[in-house]
């Protein structure tokens, strides 16, 4: 089934070119295993919500329990595969400075779907807030995923955090609890209207979380009354 991604166009920026526009995909939200499984549901599935839900977990269970002994996993998704991090001194385990992460790339299937799929282009976005992406600082890598312990780069526009708003700040909010994370100010290495630089805090929860940054900046001297909220497209993997 082909797809088609519906996108905005916004200003770009990150460089001194008036007609440089980037693209934002137009968000639609978070969903969670259970979203999916009532989108299943609402398709017509005949299986029971719980039955489903029982298999999806078990199957996520043993996908993460064979990547960890060792094994190479094709979902045909997504492969995982786990590597070790860091430098080994006295060729001994040190969790200060070696790190287990598995990796997560596309899968033949997603491949064939990316590849299929068309983008809409709406225009140019009328609200200049956006984000566009985020880096992980370890590796370089722009998937969304976010290493614990290290900086993460956010770029985007409007985006720094500025007000007297008790709401303002960075979050991350938990897919899997609905809990939000909140950076505190220490945790924001650099706070400039195009790029935000965030230590991961190391005892932050492994899991899949949803960007947003809330501010009342603008380019003028007095801030915006009320917050702007704007949310990440992709979501946030920490590992």
Known sequence: MAHKLKAWLVKNNLTPDPTDFAGMVESFGSVAAEGLIDELVNDGMELKRETV????TRYNRKCIDMALRGYNVNTGLVHLHATIKGVFHNKTWNPETNLLHVSVSQGAELRKAVAATTVEIMGEHADPIALFGITDMSNGKIDGTVTRGFNAEVKGTYIKIAGEDAACGVYLRNLETDNDFKFPASNIALNEPSRLLLLVPPTLTEGTYELR???QYTVSSKPL?????VTLAVNVQVV
């Open 225 to 229: 009354k009320q917050p702007r909220t």
């Open 53 to 56: 839900l029982d298999v999806v």
């Open 213 to 215: 940054v809330v501010t």
